[in-house]
């Protein structure tokens, strides 16, 4: 399974994103059972848990500092997941990775999948 992120950018504080990440594997193989989320990483900080997102979408998750300004979607036709980052703060500033796992319910500590990341940067 490959995957590539893609939406990330400049943006000043206040500010709206909309992170996309498009998942694709050898002839057949989809991310259709499996979890995806995404991860993210400031510079000099260790990397974090953002957003996951079932097998279906029927469930969705974040972290407590992630609530209410973050939301994951999917769209399993497309074997595409999104990220709608709203009230941007330089505090968001980081590399975003979208990640698929195993299982087909969460993302664990540990995703078998990751992409490459998209850089996200925000001014005051």
């Known amino acids: 399974v490959q995957l590539q992120a893609s939406g990330g950018g400049s943006v000043q504080a206040g500010g709206s994103l909309r992170l996309s990440c498009a998942a694709s594997?050898?002839?057949?193989?989809?991310?259709?059972?499996?979890?995806m989320g995404w991860f993210r990483q400031a510079p000099g900080a260790e990397r974090e848990f953002v957003a996951g997102?079932?097998?279906?979408?029927?469930?969705?998750y974040y972290p407590d500092s992630m609530k209410g300004r973050f939301t994951i979607s999917r769209d399993s036709a497309k074997n595409m997941v999104y990220l709608q980052i709203n009230t941007l703060s330089p505090k968001d500033t980081a590399i975003y990775y979208c990640?698929?796992?195993?299982?087909?319910?969460?993302?664990?500590?540990?995703?078998?999948?990751w992409g490459q990341g998209t850089q996200v940067t925000v001014s005051s």
């Open positions: 997102i079932s097998w279906n979408g029927g469930n969705t």
């Open positions: 594997g050898r002839t057949g193989r989809t991310v259709s059972n499996n979890a």
């Open positions: 990640v698929a796992d195993r299982n087909p319910m969460v993302i664990t500590p540990t995703p078998a999948y």
